[in-house]
């Protein structure tokens, strides 16, 4: 069996390798840049710390601002032709997932205009060409959106998400400062923080599995675990490390592949705009037990990794239910819900089931699922 596993070219870390930007540009003989970042990032000058670097060394750049939190197939049109109206030859993306994940869009229908319809770019996408140099700048700890090979659009005609996977949309660059998330709210710390676990753990026991990715995914359990209560209280320490837990996330699942959380979570964004960190949380303990008769001895790692203590003496029901409960109580600790009420209607779950069944990450799952497996998971959590 061969095993493929793609990564970054180049990634800077640590609080102040935003100053970075200005080399990568210089140094790569870029003319102008087409900044991607939403709206509130502008608002709150979180972007300009960004624009403030290419100002400083005198780069030309453009802001594009056109994006909503779970991008859609306007945003993505919109974005394609601000981009070819601006004649940059390189996108900046500056934010969380949707940042870049419109960035990805561009870049790729940029250089390979046969897939203008951005439907087509659903699942494995068959592109041929790179897309345009991207340099991801994530300013939430989550998506790792900045070292992974995928990207989400939201159809809202027909109330999906859909994930396109593609090589050739890594961004070339990724500066992870934990300076540009400093101004994270304590809410969105800590529903980004739980997409990052659920990447680390959905990575570790999904079906495509094997000994590297394990080896980003258990390290970036450890890195989480023990970071992201404290960067949801703005510490410094708490904030470093979720930037690298995060990341070090990213490098294991894009290779590898999620599981049924991720099509659960990402069927409530495209019906209720749910913050996809927030559902992914949520559905996280209740999930991770519908699988843990599916995943050997992992959840022993997991608890370990969780900080559990006395793991080398419990039973294998024991272990499994104690990697459990360490997420759940890690999860309310920082503030998540603990159901989907006031979230999900009951009359929707069958076509929410149906959704996220045809999810491009459901196939993953370590336990096999059904339509029907998955509207018991939702409704247990009402």
Same mark, same amino acid.
């Given at each position: 069996?061969?095993?493929?596993?793609?990564?970054?070219?180049?990634?800077?870390?640590?609080?102040?390798?935003?100053?970075?930007?200005?080399?990568?540009?210089?140094?790569?003989?870029?003319?102008?840049?087409?900044?991607?970042?939403?709206? %509130?990032?502008?608002?709150?000058?979180?972007?300009?710390?960004?624009? %403030?670097?290419?100002?400083?060394?005198?780069?030309?750049?453009?802001?594009?601002?056109?994006?909503?939190?779970?991008?859609? *197939?306007?945003?993505? &049109?919109?974005?394609?032709?601000?981009?070819?109206? @601006?004649? #940059?030859?390189?996108?900046?993306?500056?934010?969380?997932?949707?940042?870049?994940?419109?960035?990805?869009? *561009?870049?790729?229908? #940029?250089?390979?205009?046969?897939?203008?319809?951005?439907?087509?770019?659903?699942?494995?996408?068959?592109?041929?060409?790179?897309?345009?140099?991207?340099? #991801?700048?994530?300013?939430?700890?989550?998506?790792?959106?900045?070292?992974?090979?995928?990207?989400?659009?939201?159809?809202?005609?027909?109330?999906?998400?859909?994930?396109?996977?593609?090589?050739? %949309?890594?961004?070339?660059?990724?500066?992870?400062?934990?300076?540009?998330?400093?101004?994270?709210?304590?809410?969105?710390?800590?529903?980004?923080?739980?997409?990052? =676990?659920?990447? #680390?753990?959905?990575?570790?026991?999904?079906?495509?599995?094997?000994?590297?990715?394990?080896?980003?995914?258990?390290?970036?359990?450890?890195?989480?675990?023990?970071? =992201?209560?404290?960067?949801?209280?703005?510490?410094?320490?708490?904030?470093?490390?979720?930037?690298?837990?995060?990341?070090?996330?990213?490098?294991?699942?894009?290779?590898?592949?999620?599981?049924?959380?991720?099509?659960?979570?990402?069927?409530?964004?495209?019906?209720?705009?749910?913050?996809?960190? &927030?559902?992914?949380?949520?559905?996280?303990?209740?999930?991770?037990?519908?699988?843990?008769?599916?995943?050997?001895?992992?959840?022993?790692?997991?608890?370990?990794?969780?900080?559990?203590?006395?793991?080398?003496?419990?039973?294998?029901?024991?272990?499994? &239910?104690?990697?459990?409960?360490?997420?759940?109580?890690? @999860?309310?600790?920082?503030?998540?819900?603990?159901?989907?009420?006031?979230?999900?209607?009951?009359?929707?779950?069958?076509? =929410?089931?149906?959704?996220?069944?045809?999810?491009?990450?459901?196939?993953?799952?370590?336990?096999?699922?059904?339509?029907?497996?998955?509207?018991?998971?939702?409704?247990?959590?009402?």
């Amino acid at each position: 069996m061969v095993n493929r596993f793609i990564l970054n070219e180049t990634s800077y870390h640590g609080a102040g390798a935003i100053k970075e930007l200005a080399t990568e540009i210089k140094n790569r003989n870029f003319k102008k840049a087409f900044v991607c970042s939403d709206p %509130d990032l502008i608002k709150f000058g979180v972007t300009k710390k960004a624009t %403030d670097v290419l100002d400083e060394n005198g780069i030309v750049y453009e802001v594009y601002s056109e994006i909503k939190p779970n991008p859609t *197939i306007d945003n993505v &049109k919109h974005g394609v032709a601000a981009f070819k109206h @601006s004649g #940059a030859d390189v996108i900046v993306a500056i934010g969380g997932g949707s940042s870049m994940d419109t960035a990805k869009a *561009i870049g790729i229908i #940029a250089t390979n205009p046969e897939f203008a319809d951005v439907r087509s770019l659903e699942g494995v996408s068959p592109t041929k060409n790179k897309c345009t140099p991207i340099i #991801a700048i994530p300013t939430t700890a989550g998506t790792a959106a900045e070292v992974t090979i995928n990207y989400v659009i939201t159809d809202e005609e027909k109330k999906r998400k859909f994930v396109c996977v593609d090589p050739k %949309d890594i961004p070339i660059v990724a500066i992870v400062d934990s300076d540009m998330m400093s101004s994270m709210p304590a809410g969105l710390t800590a529903a980004t923080g739980m997409d990052a =676990l659920t990447h #680390a753990i959905e990575g570790y026991i999904t079906k495509g599995a094997w000994e590297l990715s394990d080896m980003f995914h258990i390290k970036a359990i450890e890195i989480i675990s023990r970071s =992201l209560r404290s960067a949801v209280k703005n510490e410094k320490a708490g904030r470093e490390g979720m930037a690298l837990g995060q990341y070090v996330a990213g490098m294991g699942f894009s290779n590898v592949g999620l599981g049924v959380d991720h099509s659960m979570a990402h069927t409530l964004s495209a019906y209720y705009d749910t913050p996809h960190g &927030k559902a992914c949380a949520i559905l996280l303990p209740t999930v991770m037990a519908y699988n843990a008769e599916y995943t050997g001895e992992k959840y022993r790692d997991i608890a370990i990794a969780m900080g559990v203590k006395g793991v080398e003496n419990m039973t294998q029901a024991e272990y499994r &239910k104690a990697a459990v409960d360490a997420v759940r109580q890690l @999860s309310e600790d920082v503030g998540i819900p603990t159901t989907l009420k006031g979230i999900v209607k009951e009359e929707d779950i069958p076509e =929410l089931a149906k959704s996220a069944y045809a999810d491009a990450c459901r196939p993953g799952n370590p336990r096999e699922t059904s339509v029907e497996d998955i509207e018991k998971l939702y409704k247990s959590l009402l």
